[in-house]
């Protein structure tokens, strides 16, 4: 049988640890697009190994492994998967993943090679601050690739309408083949009993200090320097203590710049966690300090569970999820005056309550958003 949908994304890239966003993105879609019967096979880079990098993927969706080989093998191993298999639809997420996709789905000329596939293409970040971080000739070249490729698929869904606003100021894209849907965050479950403190870190154990809490990946965009530089103004009592979650190329620079600033014995980066959710529960405070982002997943994680929140407002998504600041601040990115009183406001006021919070979050539901997904790659089906 074909499948109704292929999906092309990151999974399996980095160790399985996913490209920012895009993997759990992915495997919440997943999971819902089976939950309503619809056959999902997933286009896998990783080398028979996609399963065993990511448990998380749903046993009911099938795996297509594309194999060892540079970006042309795996060009025609795609082209040759979309004449066998024919999905119905191919969903393709991340910048790579796009230009392969439209590379095996269309000729150079716009013409259809995939006939009676429909190709939908998602955006995750706005395309402008990736650009300013290339070099003129790479940034040149790479926006020439996105402007003479994308506008050949069928549709383009983009995570927030920052990075919708965004894409259409630099790509020849009509508004009418144009959708923001926004990312889904599936639902925190219990995080109680069954697993419990031990699997949290010493400082969220009872009877500490109050933790405030990031996570991302320790790269520039995230700008955690801003954050530990705004931490240290913080003078409330109790003192608090800052848990980053994540790993980058940034972690030697933020130990040195904490200890310098006479703040490592209340600074710690936790690593990579699995579920930093049961770390999010138990934190006093939740803070985005990104330059910029194109939805902010984690924000969203953060309110799940009840946990105040404080955010940059940097472009985009944050802005989008905090219903423009009524559900917890917002401060300009790259200011860490205002990012601790806003962190000092919170640890001193949480606002608002719990239960507000989580309902927000009930608004990015896995089966909610999938309906939305499933509007446009397959439109006209009972979804």
């Known amino acids: 049988m074909c499948p109704d949908i292929a999906i092309l994304g990151p999974m399996g890239r980095g160790g399985g640890r996913g490209h920012g966003g895009i993997t759990p993105v992915l495997l919440s879609l997943i999971g819902a697009f ?10 896998s880079i990783a080398d028979g ?6 448990p998380d993927l749903d046993p009911r969706a099938g795996v297509y492994e594309l194999g060892p080989g540079g970006r042309r093998d795996q060009l025609l191993r795609l082209k040759e998967y979309l004449q066998i298999r024919r999905p119905r639809a191919l969903l393709a997420a991340g910048h790579r993943s796009n230009l392969l996709a439209i590379a095996a789905a269309r000729s150079s000329t716009g013409n259809v090679l995939a006939e009676g596939i429909r190709l939908v293409l998602s955006v995750h970040n706005a395309l402008s ?13 790479r926006l020439r690739a996105i402007r003479r490729s994308y506008p050949l698929a069928d549709a383009v869904i983009c995570v927030s309408a920052g990075v919708a606003d965004d894409f259409v100021s630099r790509v020849p894209f009509p508004r009418d083949r144009l959708n923001v849907i926004h990312n889904p965050i599936a639902a925190a479950g219990d995080l109680s009993a069954a697993d419990g403190p031990k699997d949290c870190h010493p400082w969220l154990a009872p009877g500490q200090p109050p933790v405030i809490l990031a996570a991302g990946r320790l790269t520039r965009q995230k700008a955690f320097d801003n954050l530990v530089r705004a931490f240290a103004r913080l003078d409330c009592q109790p003192l608090p203590r800052l848990l980053i979650l994540g790993e980058g190329n940034e972690r030697a620079a933020l130990e040195h710049q904490a200890v310098q600033l006479g703040i490592a014995d209340r600074v ?3 690593g990579f966690v699995r579920n930093p959710r049961l770390h999010m529960a ?16 984690v924000l969203v994680e953060a309110m799940s569970v009840g946990t105040p929140v404080v955010a940059t407002d940097c472009p985009s998504g944050p802005r989008e999820i905090l219903k423009d600041g009524a559900l ?6 790259g200011d860490p005056d205002a990012l601790a009183a806003a962190m000092r406001q919170m640890l001193e006021t949480p606002q608002p309550p719990a239960w507000e919070l989580k309902a927000r979050a009930q608004d990015f539901a896995p089966a909610c958003i999938a309906s939305r997904y499933l509007g446009v790659l397959l439109p006209g089906s009972a979804h």
Not at 34 to 43: G, K, L, Q
Not at 285 to 297: A, K, Q, R
Not at 328 to 333: A, D, F, I, K, S
């Open 34 to 43: 089976c939950d309503r019967s619809f056959a999902v096979e997933v286009i």
């Open 49 to 54: 190994r996609l399963r065993e990098l990511i």
């Open 129 to 141: 601050p990736g650009l300013r971080q290339l070099d003129p000739l790479r940034r040149w070249l």
């Open 268 to 270: 710690s980066l936790a």
């Open 282 to 297: 138990r934190a006093a405070l939740f803070v985005l300090s990104s330059e910029w982002e194109g939805f902010g997943n």
């Open 328 to 333: 917890g601040p917002l401060v300009p990115p």
